[in-house]
């Protein structure tokens, strides 16, 4: 039994209309129908040339309206004239709108016997689903870098074209796994009227960045060569590259290291690159190259609808390189020196009152001093945040901060509190990527404790090492407490408090 309908889905450019002309054949051939056609007789060879009256291949995507469909269905009532089957093959079937599959439903609950549909589609969850619960469903997948290589490589002797095998795999690798596509881009680069097509050729034709510069570009980030990183990414730039094409291939340059890092070997890295990369991948955790990832994409959102294009991946690779710039908590935990938190507004009371000593007292001012000191005595008898009032506020507390940032919001939920001392709430996590997506929005956190609790409150979120229990604050800058005590200073930088201030020793 042949079913009365079939549904061809699959990216674009991986064999659905060719397999539906294939299965025509299987259907109308002289012997069949048959799981091998002839491709000899009549039918066959009409089918082959496209010009067999009984196989009529329909754009679902410019014949989309009820009056296309009503006028197929017209001709349904004419039986095939040389065939055994009248084939309909509707190519982006799911561009009709809504009461063209409607109509088209009607004609497949009750179909003419001698009539067959073939629909295929890159987007099969916009086909309704009364029309594809009578179809035979059959999913196309992308092909894969390997067997393009290989047809490739069975046609350039044909064709009298000569290819060498890095030329040849980037442009499977360009393909994306579409064949359709690898043989337009083979027409592409053959045009520039060389004898032999090199990767150089490919990589000029196509824009395509090589992947010594990205290697280039992490052995400055390795080297913790700031300079270097970025006089090489504008030399790139100046030579004409895409940035988006580049941020791409970032993307992908990172995610090659990360499958590498967690031992897969991707089929998009050649064989001769594996080992540059098996090095690099050492120099980074699976983390960092996350994180790495993460800010990539984000990147290239951006790019879309940025006027500064260069100076928005600028920024990202100078993240990157930074990435492992962290200060080790457990050193700074053993300076006999700590610092507090201090609110502005105590600072600014503070100032007041000096100010207030030194002139000379009217009513007016003796009524000013009073209600200073009454609301200073508010401010002290205020009450101090502590777990309990956290643990009691923390779902309307998550629900602010998920509110303005979602994915944030989820990295933030999975912290432990540490500590909380003098409104200074101290977090901990052993994620790196939570940690560092987290602590690129403290100041908002931060911002969001202080306005719940109506008092200056302190956030920071410390990393620790799952393995080595190695703790870790993301440094910030600050240039002050510098003379006392350096080290100090940099703790202060990794804290990023408001007012930060040395208990005098006892």
């Known amino acids: 039994h042949v079913a009365q309908a079939f549904l061809f889905t699959g990216p674009r450019g991986v064999g659905k209309t060719s397999m539906a002309r294939i299965l025509a054949k299987a259907l109308n051939c002289e012997k069949g129908p048959t799981i091998t056609p002839c491709n000899k007789c009549k039918n066959c060879v009409e089918i082959t040339r496209s010009n067999s009256v009984d ?14 469909i009503r006028s197929l269905q017209n001709e349904l009532l004419y039986p095939p004239q040389s065939s055994k089957y009248k084939i309909y093959i509707i190519d982006e079937v799911h561009m009709l ?8 439903l009607k004609t497949l609950e009750e179909p003419p016997k001698n009539v067959k549909f073939i629909f295929a589609t890159t987007e099969p969850h916009k086909v309704i689903a009364t029309i594809t619960s ?4 059959y999913d196309f997948h992308r092909i894969p870098i390997k067997e393009i290589i290989e047809q490739v490589k069975s046609i350039t002797p044909k064709e009298h074209i000569s290819f060498d095998d890095g030329a040849i795999f980037m442009v499977a690798k360009k393909a994306d796994g579409s064949m359709r596509d690898a043989l337009s881009l083979m027409d592409q680069i053959v045009s520039i009227g060389k004898d032999k097509i090199t990767k150089e050729d490919v990589l000029q034709v196509f824009g395509i960045v090589n992947i010594d510069v990205y290697n280039s570009f992490v052995q400055k980030i390795i080297n913790d060569d700031e300079k270097g990183l970025m006089k090489d990414f504008h030399q790139v730039i100046a030579e004409g590259n895409d940035i988006n094409e580049l941020t791409l291939g970032l993307i992908e340059y990172f995610r090659n290291i990360l499958m590498i890092k967690i031992g897969i070997i991707p089929e998009e890295v050649h064989v001769d690159d594996i080992d540059a990369l098996s090095s690099v991948c050492e120099h980074f955790s699976e983390e960092d190259l996350l994180y790495a990832i993460t800010i990539l994409i984000d990147t290239k959102d951006k790019l879309r609808t940025s006027s500064h294009p260069v100076l928005i991946l600028e920024t990202t690779m100078l993240k990157i390189a930074n990435i492992n710039r962290l200060i080790n908590v457990d050193e700074m935990e053993s300076q006999t020196i700590t610092p507090h938190f201090v609110s502005g507004k105590k600072k600014e009371t503070e100032s007041t009152e000096k100010t207030v000593f030194t002139q000379s007292h009217t009513k007016k001012d003796e009524k000013k001093d009073k209600k200073a000191e009454k609301k200073e005595e508010k401010q002290e008898e205020q009450k101090e945040l502590t777990k309990e009032i956290l ?11 998920r509110d303005e940032m979602p994915i944030i919001s989820n990295h933030f939920s999975k912290a432990i509190v540490k500590n909380i001392t003098n409104n200074f709430v101290h977090y901990s996590t052993n994620s790196r990527m939570g940690y560092n997506l987290v602590n690129e929005e403290i100041d908002k956190i931060t911002r969001i404790f202080s306005e719940h609790f109506k008092m200056p409150v302190k956030v920071v979120v410390e990393f620790e090492e799952p393995k080595t229990g190695k703790k870790y604050l993301h440094g910030a800058s600050y240039d002050e407490i510098k003379k006392k005590s350096p080290k100090l200073a940099d703790m202060i930088k990794a804290i990023d408090g408001y007012i930060i201030e040395q208990k005098p020793d006892e």
């Open 55 to 68: 196989v009529i291949e329909i754009d679902g995507a410019s014949n989309t309206s009820v009056e296309d």
């Open 97 to 104: 709108s809504k009461n063209a599959f409607n109509a088209l």
């Open 134 to 137: 009578r179809c035979q469903r």
């Open 391 to 401: 643990d009691q506020e923390w779902q309307v507390l998550r629900k602010k901060i």
